[in-house]
């Protein structure tokens, strides 16, 4: 399990697996956020297969499939809806390497919270955003 901490309440990670649902609850983790279309990965791990053990594990689950091409205004608003604007849940975005998910966050947060910042939060979690310091400095969602 390789979770990146990105705010005190959102994490970003690769792909999970069913077996990594004590560790996810274990960090406080309140809601999962699937960011990885199903097509990009087998049965086992495709989001039915992730929601059906995290919600036996007592933690939300929510599915928006992003890929670079539906990075949309609507789709980041979207997904900011779903997981990154919320402030009562603690939430893990997962999909490939966890990039996708740190930038669909970095997008629903611009123009909210200053481009550096969100670079920085990216950053910190392992994530380079600093080539998107322009889009970061409008309101994207």
């Known amino acids: 399990m390789d979770m990146h901490q990105i705010t005190p309440r959102f994490f970003a990670s690769p792909q999970i697996d069913p077996s990594d649902m004590a560790a996810i609850s274990e960090a406080g983790v309140t809601l999962i956020l699937c960011n990885r279309p199903d097509a990009e990965v087998p049965p086992s791990h495709q989001h039915q297969a992730i929601k059906a053990a995290a919600e036996a594990a007592g933690i939300k689950f929510a599915y928006q499939p992003l890929t670079h091409q539906t990075m949309t205004p609507d789709v980041i608003a979207n997904n900011r809806a779903i997981g990154a604007g919320l402030d009562d849940e603690t939430v893990l ?41 322009g889009i970061l400095s409008t309101n994207y969602a």
């Open 93 to 133: 975005a997962y999909c490939a390497s966890g990039t996708r998910s740190t930038v669909a966050w970095a997008l629903g947060k611009a123009g909210d919270i200053p481009a550096d910042d969100l670079i920085e939060a990216a950053q910190a979690g392992g994530y380079d955003l600093s080539h998107m310091r």
